[in-house]
């Protein structure tokens, strides 16, 4: 299917969605968080795509939510427009791994919809920033939520108050990123990792991507029995004993996701 805002290959059992505004640099209007819900609906119903990358231009990954299309409304319109909201639990809801592969400008809305990805790779160009500040706002996508869980109240608050830039650099250091990556290098590389994460068993990846998730929402006893729970329940399935057959039998596991 074709996208206005988004371009969507597959590369084997990787769906790749780039985000493709290139004259907003990727401004998330409704149409593209609209697109984007679709694009991820279809690649988590679709057995064969067991990991997901999500990326952007060399210039941007997203700079925010669309300005031009917000700087009229008033605020029962934004109350009634949810297209913010459903475009967070779009994500939210995808249960397939969803890696960001960030490059050049990760503000606002940019900078939380890579947040909502289950990691973050950068480019050593990137720049995260929540700037919503410097017209009036503040963030609305859950940038004040998981920035500062990512990174902790000081620099958190720094950043949503003067609108601070961090390079990929200082994310990496503070726990946003997972790593950073020559820029040239980033999308081979991210598509490298999600290769790896879907040669595994995508009931594995699903169960550990829920009860890290969980770690954010719950307290460390209820996190713990959720996540032996899950591990429990793995026991159940016929790639755990693939796992474990293949490893006493010194092979390469086959995990077919039952
Ligand atoms: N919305 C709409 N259009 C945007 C945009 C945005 N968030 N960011 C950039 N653009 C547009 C510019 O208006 C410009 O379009 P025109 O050529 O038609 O004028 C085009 O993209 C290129 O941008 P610049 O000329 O500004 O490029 P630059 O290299 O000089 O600057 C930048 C790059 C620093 C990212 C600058 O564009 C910028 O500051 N953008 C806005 C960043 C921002 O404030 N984001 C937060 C948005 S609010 C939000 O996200 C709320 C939320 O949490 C949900």
Known sequence: MAYANLIVETRDHVGL????????????????????????AKFDADDKIRCIVLTGSAKAFAAGADIKEMSDK????????????????A??????????????????GGCE??????????ADTAKF?????NLGVIPGMGGTQRLTLAVG???????????????????????LVSRVIPADKLLDEALAVAAKIADKSPLATMAAKEAV??????????????ER???????ASEDQKEGMAAFIEKREPQFRGR
Do not use: W
């Open 17 to 40: 969605v780039k985000l493709n505004r290139p004259d907003a640099l990727n401004a998330l209007n409704q149409d593209l968080l609209t697109e984007l819900g679709e694009a991820l």
């Open 74 to 89: 008033t605020a029962p319109e934004m109350f009634k427009l949810d297209f913010f909201a459903e475009g967070c639990r």
């Open 91 to 108: 994500i939210e809801r995808t249960r397939t791994p969803i890696i960001a592969a960030v490059a050049g400008y990760a503000l606002g």
């Open 113 to 122: 919809l890579a947040m909502l990805c289950d990691f973050i790779l950068a």
């Open 129 to 133: 920033g929540q700037p919503e500040i």
């Open 153 to 175: 109240k000081a620099k958190a608050m720094e950043m949503c108050l003067s609108g601070r830039f961090m390079t990929a650099e200082e994310a990496e250091r503070s726990g």
């Open 213 to 226: 998730n969980r770690a954010f929402e719950t307290n460390l006893t209820e996190g713990v029995m959720f």
């Open 229 to 235: 729970r899950l591990f429990h329940g793995l026991f």
